[in-house]
């Protein structure tokens, strides 16, 4: 390996603007990518709907949604109103949903049938509601009570057909006294029956009618009292009296026998009363159909989410959503009338290929001809299915049909994933030509001799290609942008690659134990790899850099290697629940509490703030003191002027971050994650402070491979961050008991907020440990370096199959390598005033400025 000469000329380049712009742009195209690939969106405009026979067997439909219900708890407590229905008047099962187990994607998947849009995320499910058909925009008219959260969702777009009304947000309150909650449903049961006494003469002979309950009370009692508790059966209960009410008033009112009921929920639960993963409570949630065109069943019949929509639309005689992905499940309907069921079935065919169709030609334009066989058997079964009905050979048409279902799914997904491999190939390059650029930045110097031809022709393939690209979508008659569009970044991130290795060659300092940090640096990397799978991984990892530590740093400090292996131990502890073990964080306030009395870095005047909010912060977690009023906000946000009290001299001042950090990170925590805390930050305090002159300090230096190591160190902090204390459920499930101390009636960015800050708190102590560890932006390039080597092998990991457990985890692990190093940059320099500022002396500067003046 060559070693170069350093100097002051050959490291002259620094982390610019430009280039942090540029790394930030290439993870956020990757990240976007990844899920472009495997998730693209379903939604296709402009398709038309396709009738289904008229009239339906129902006049009109009840749809109950028990937001949060989910069926264990459903199976072992079965109402009693529900359960006589299941046995002697209807069909039931299990409706399985699928990831993220949230409310908006669980209830747009039962009346449109279909799944989480990627590209949702950033409207929220409700910006632009008519986007997506449904079930409500093809009724004659539709009422719909609920949450505010979920109701505007589909009548804001469309209110001529949907009339929508919602109570007040304030309403979802988790802090709220036991039994409050029903409130949630009986508000929407009350408005029910004040239209049947308003309005409902004025549609009772009209047919094509949705009532939509959408019944929160479960799902709020399950977050605040857990879904096993008195509270969730005793809500579940007064659900099933009151739709025993609606039956009968609706019976009485309308002609019996016209209307169809069905009972389903939207998402589960898990023991500790959160959702938004891919756990069985999460995804198993209970669908009772019974009344008009209703099979009568005494044995259980699953579905998937999607399917209920077709079901919907077939009870009713209206078209099936355009973009849905559901089949019709003909066991729920009745038996009476095969020609019909025979009917719909093709009809739900013909809505399947019709959207087989469309995505061929978004998919891969004229590449793939007219006549390509999947929609030649399609067509095919089409017709077999409408020969069969004509002859009255009913049971197989729907045999045929239910192939046919199956045949139009399979295709829908081969030309929905007809273009990942090139996709996948183009992100791949992206990502290969930054990691190029981010190696030749971290450890190269810029040559003496610059290539001027070798430049020239990289500036012309690069031209070359684009044209080149460009020129065969155009030609072959694609209109989707993707495959040109990240081809043509894929070219861009090449080029950058190609021009800086022409301009730059990479060396390396000689040193020692060379050998022991290529090894350290190469089982950490798996370390981190299997730690983002199996948890406890991350365990052995952090006595590797134990180990690792002891070897390469000439200061031994016992504290570190104790500390160290402390650390180790806590991925194998159980996973933090959001149900409070308060006598763990207690423990940590007696803890910290006591380092504080015996702490040199911190005066006695600071000593008696820090007292003052511990006492405050312990006043709150007995309830001796309510922090949701004005408590608890206080001591957030007088955190920063806080800090900026102590001295600035380093070790004091991460003292001060340490300390009041601690507070509001305790009031957010349930168990021992304040107790990690102070470990993770005894273990950072420990490291060697380097002792550099100022003339080291202003010369650009090489990363040795020593500092290499030490970035991989940090990078298991980082992963230590996460998943010291959770897991990739706890990461991507929320629980509103988190922010108890703060907020308990619902509202998302606000709790948002505080979960995102409670996950930040270790970043921004890791990333104040680097200042004062290192002196040079570059560790953070070589801790990039390291994120993005780890992120490249899980990109190929992320897929649209297998359970839906696996495919969330997949995207979290992806997700959490490729933004944490990001992340821990942006830390790193919002800490700057953290670290730096000081209200003592501005305050002395402007005294002193004042008596110049």
Request: proline fraction near 5%.
């Amino acid at each position: 390996m060559q070693v170069k000469v350093i100097n002051a000329e050959s490291r002259n380049r620094s982390t610019n603007g430009f280039f942090l712009g540029l790394g930030l742009l290439m993870h956020l195209i990757i990240l976007w990518g990844v899920l472009d690939a495997n998730f693209h969106s379903p939604i296709l405009q402009g398709l038309a709907p396709i009738p289904v026979p008229k009239p339906g067997p129902a006049k009109r439909l009840f749809l109950f949604v028990a937001d949060g219900l989910r069926y264990r708890t459903f199976k072992e407590n079965p109402p009693p109103y529900l359960r006589k229905v299941m046995e002697n008047q209807g069909s039931w099962g299990v409706s399985h949903t699928r990831m993220p187990t949230e409310s908006r994607p669980g209830n747009v998947a039962i009346v449109a049938g279909l799944y989480e849009d990627p590209s949702a995320l950033f409207k929220g499910w409700k910006e632009y509601p008519i986007d997506f058909d449904s079930v409500f925009n093809r009724s004659r008219q539709t009422w719909a009570w609920g949450s505010p959260d979920i109701v505007p969702m589909f009548a804001n777009g469309n209110k001529l057909k949907v009339h929508g009304e919602s109570y007040s947000p304030d309403w979802q309150d988790f802090g709220a006294r036991s039994g409050s909650n029903i409130r949630l449903d009986s508000w929407v049961f009350d408005k029910f029956f004040q239209w049947l006494g308003e309005k409902a003469e004025n549609v009772k002979n009209h047919n094509e009618i949705i009532i939509f309950f959408h019944l929160l009370g479960c799902d709020t009692t399950g977050h605040a009292n857990k879904p096993y508790s008195k509270e969730y059966i005793e809500n579940m209960q007064y659900v099933d009296q009151e739709i025993k009410r609606v039956v009968h008033e609706t019976e009485s009112f309308f002609d019996q026998g016209t209307t169809a009921y069905i009972f389903t929920s939207d998402h589960g639960m898990t023991n500790w009363g959160s959702h938004g993963s891919g756990s069985t409570d999460e995804t198993e949630t209970p669908i009772i159909a019974w009344g008009a065109g209703v099979n009568k069943l005494n044995s259980r019949q699953d579905v998937e989410q999607a399917d209920i929509a077709p079901l919907i639309s077939a009870l009713l005689g209206i078209p099936i959503p355009v973009n849905s992905e559901g089949i019709l499940p003909k066991q729920y309907l009745s038996s009476g009338n095969e020609e019909y069921g025979a009917r719909v079935l093709l009809s739900n065919v013909k809505q399947l290929m019709q959207q087989v169709t469309a995505n061929r030609i978004s998919t891969v334009g004229n590449s793939i001809p007219q006549d390509d066989h999947r929609e030649a058997n399609l067509y095919g079964m089409i017709s077999d299915m409408e020969r069969l009905i004509q002859k009255g050979k009913l049971v197989e048409s729907i045999e045929e049909g239910q192939r046919a279902t199956l045949q139009a799914k399979e295709s829908l997904y081969f030309y929905r994933k007809y273009q990942r491999d090139q996709l996948i190939a183009y992100l791949a390059l992206i990502w290969l030509g930054w990691l190029t650029l981010l190696v030749f930045e971290v450890i190269g110097i810029r040559r003496k001799n610059a290539k001027t031809a070798a430049l020239i022709l990289s500036n012309i393939g690069c031209v070359s290609a684009l044209f080149v690209l460009l020129l065969k979508y155009k030609v072959s008659g694609y209109s989707n942008w993707r495959l040109p569009g990240y081809g043509s970044i894929a070219i861009f991130s090449l080029w950058l690659a190609s021009r800086s290795a022409l301009n730059l060659t990479l060396a390396f300092e000689e040193e020692a134990h060379l050998l022991t940090c290529l090894t350290g640096i190469v089982f950490l990397m798996g370390m981190m790899f299997l730690g983002l799978t199996h948890r406890w991984v991350f365990g052995v990892g952090m006595l590797a850099v134990t180990a690792i530590q002891r070897i390469l740093l000439k200061e031994k400090n016992p504290v570190l290697v104790l500390t160290g292996i402390w650390l180790a131990s806590f991925p194998v502890l159980p996973v933090v629940e959001p149900h409070p073990r308060i006598y763990v964080v207690f423990t940590s306030l007696a803890v910290a509490a006591i380092s504080l009395a015996f702490n040199k870095f911190v005066n006695t005047p600071l000593k008696a703030v820090e007292i003052v909010r511990i006492g405050v912060t312990t006043l709150v977690l007995t309830g001796y003191i309510d922090g949701r009023s004005w408590v608890s906000w206080i001591i957030l946000f007088t955190t920063p002027l806080g800090i900026w009290l102590y001295p600035s001299k380093i070790d004091n001042r991460i003292m001060g971050i340490v300390y009041e950090l601690l507070c509001p990170l305790i009031l957010l925590s349930a168990s021992y994650e304040p107790l990690f805390y102070l470990v993770l930050a005894a273990h950072l305090l420990s490291w060697p402070f380097p002792t550099l002159t100022t003339e080291w300090m202003c010369k650009k230096h090489l990363l040795r491979i020593r500092d290499l190591t030490k970035a991989s160190f940090f990078m298991m902090y980082i992963l230590l961050c996460f998943f010291g204390t959770g897991n990739m459920a706890s990461i991507s499930s929320f629980d509103p008991l988190w922010t108890r101390h703060f907020v308990t009636i619902f509202s998302p960015f606000t709790m948002g907020f505080l979960i995102l800050l409670k996950f930040s708190i270790p970043l921004i102590l890791v990333s104040c440990a680097i200042r004062r560890t290192f002196h040079s932006s570059e560790i953070f390039l070589a801790i990039l370096l390291l994120g993005d080597c780890l992120a490249l092998p899980l990109m190929f990991g992320v897929t649209s199959q297998g359970s839906w457990l696996d495919i969330g985890s997949a995207i979290s692990r992806f997700t959490i390598a490729i933004t944490l190093p990001l992340l821990l940059l942006v830390f790193y320099y919002l800490s700057k005033p953290l670290i730096t500022l000081s209200i003592t002396r501005q305050l002395l500067l402007y005294v002193r400025r004042e008596h110049t003046n």
